[in-house]
């Protein structure tokens, strides 16, 4: 009987091991996600204040 409760009581703590890992693995893929989301918001952000700059600067001669 022991030796029942001690490979059920391994069987528990493997399973909760695996679970914690796949909590840790699953945070590093989302954090990872949201770097990538956050650095093309830059480059769209970044893209966007080269356009204005550049229409700017088309419209200051036509200004004058």
Known sequence: ???VDELAS???R???D???QLR???RASRLRRARRM???AE???IAAWR???ELRDAAEPAEY
């Open 1 to 3: 009987m022991y030796l």
């Open 51 to 53: 356009r204005a700059a």
């Open 38 to 40: 956050e650095l093309r």
């Open 10 to 12: 391994e069987r528990s």
């Open 24 to 26: 840790h693995s699953r």
């Open 43 to 45: 480059r769209r952000m």
């Open 18 to 20: 695996e679970a914690e």
């Open 14 to 16: 493997s399973r909760i």
